[in-house]
């Protein structure tokens, strides 16, 4: 008896991630990519809007299956950056998430995220973030990363030779239990690779590739097989110096292969503020 309560508990925990609109997403990964540090007192601010929508979902065997009704979603993020020192900021990115799977839809706050990054070597040529999952975000909702607390460490480097720039992060992940959904994900981990070229001095365009993958969960403490959740996406994207302070970016994602998580398409546009000294 005590077996089939298990996996009748097991089952439903792991409907309930699978229910989530698992988006090719990730607010910190998309976010903070800059290795560069300013000097002490800079400051940025910023706010984006998203929208994503899917017809179809890669399955465990990384195959499409269609769903039927299209899943769609928006998310308003807004961050800002401080530089505590000329070698080390602190940052915050607060979303606000909509998803609608076509029969469902659901609104509210996603996972807060609060970190740091402190330049190893000057000149954006070796940075290293720390950051804390705030599980803020309603699980059962998808309007949250899955699992509760979360712990997210980074290493990056950028550079730029005259008009062609390059940018680079590796990092692992771990989340603990979600209390809601009894959910917990495995190790996760990410690459993310841009190239990017100053078309004019105002209007900088890049491409991009994030690989992530997030190992087999746990349901209230028992292993899911065939739960690891992956993705592999392209970003086409550019934006505009309105002023020196001012700017805005357009940024287009496509899901190119993945596991547990739906082929969808993203566009945003991002308004950012920068005052330095």
Same mark, same amino acid.
């Given at each position: 008896?005590?077996?089939?309560?298990?996996?009748?508990?097991?089952?439903?925990?792991?409907?309930?991630?699978?229910?989530?609109?698992?988006?090719?997403?990730?607010?910190?990964?998309?976010?903070?990519?800059?290795?560069?540090?300013?000097?002490?007192? #800079?400051?940025?601010?910023?706010? %984006?809007?998203?929208?994503?929508?899917?017809?179809?979902?890669?399955?465990?065997?990384?195959?499409?299956?269609?769903?039927?009704?299209?899943?769609?979603?928006?998310?308003?993020?807004?961050?800002?950056?401080?530089?505590?020192?000329?070698?080390?900021?602190?940052?915050?990115?607060?979303? =606000?998430?909509?998803?609608?799977? %076509? =029969?469902?839809?659901?609104?509210?706050?996603?996972?807060?995220?609060?970190? +740091?990054?402190?330049?190893?070597?000057?000149?954006?040529?070796?940075?290293?973030?720390?950051?804390? #999952?705030?599980?803020?975000?309603?699980?059962?909702?998808?309007?949250?990363?899955?699992?509760?607390?979360?712990?997210?460490? +980074?290493?990056?480097?950028?550079?730029?030779?005259?008009?062609?720039?390059?940018?680079?992060?590796?990092?692992?992940?771990?989340?603990?239990?979600?209390?809601? !959904?009894?959910?917990?994900?495995?190790?996760?981990?990410?690459?993310?690779?841009?190239?990017?070229?100053?078309? !004019?001095?105002?209007?900088?365009?890049?491409?991009?590739?994030?690989?992530?993958?997030?190992?087999?969960?746990?349901?209230?403490?028992?292993?899911?097989?065939?739960?690891?959740?992956?993705?592999?996406?392209?970003?086409?994207?550019?934006?505009?110096?309105?002023?020196?302070?001012?700017?805005?970016?357009?940024?287009?994602?496509?899901?190119?292969? %993945?596991?547990?998580?739906?082929?969808?398409? %993203?566009?945003?546009?991002?308004?950012?503020?920068?005052?330095?000294?």
């Amino acid at each position: 008896m005590r077996k089939i309560m298990v996996l009748t508990l097991s089952m439903l925990c792991a409907l309930v991630v699978y229910s989530s609109a698992v988006f090719a997403w990730d607010d910190l990964i998309y976010i903070d990519r800059h290795a560069k540090i300013g000097a002490q007192g #800079d400051m940025l601010g910023a706010l %984006g809007i998203r929208y994503s929508t899917a017809g179809d979902r890669y399955d465990k065997d990384s195959k499409k299956q269609n769903l039927g009704d299209n899943t769609t979603g928006f998310r308003v993020p807004l961050w800002g950056r401080y530089n505590i020192i000329d070698n080390l900021d602190a940052f915050a990115i607060l979303p =606000v998430v909509s998803v609608d799977d %076509g =029969v469902n839809s659901e609104s509210g706050i996603g996972d807060i995220w609060l970190g +740091a990054k402190y330049a190893i070597m000057p000149g954006g040529t070796l940075t290293v973030r720390g950051a804390l #999952d705030i599980p803020s975000g309603d699980d059962k909702k998808g309007l949250g990363n899955v699992g509760g607390f979360g712990i997210d460490i +980074a290493a990056m480097t950028e550079q730029k030779i005259e008009k062609l720039s390059v940018f680079a992060q590796l990092g692992v992940r771990y989340n603990g239990e979600d209390g809601d !959904t009894k959910w917990k994900p495995g190790i996760g981990f990410y690459i993310q690779g841009r190239t990017g070229y100053d078309i !004019t001095d105002r209007f900088p365009g890049w491409v991009s590739l994030t690989y992530f993958n997030q190992g087999d969960g746990e349901a209230d403490g028992s292993k899911m097989s065939n739960s690891l959740v992956n993705w592999l996406e392209v970003e086409v994207g550019g934006s505009y110096k309105i002023t020196n302070e001012l700017w805005v970016s357009v940024p287009l994602q496509y899901t190119l292969t %993945g596991t547990n998580t739906m082929a969808d398409l %993203g566009i945003g546009v991002v308004v950012g503020y920068y005052l330095g000294k």
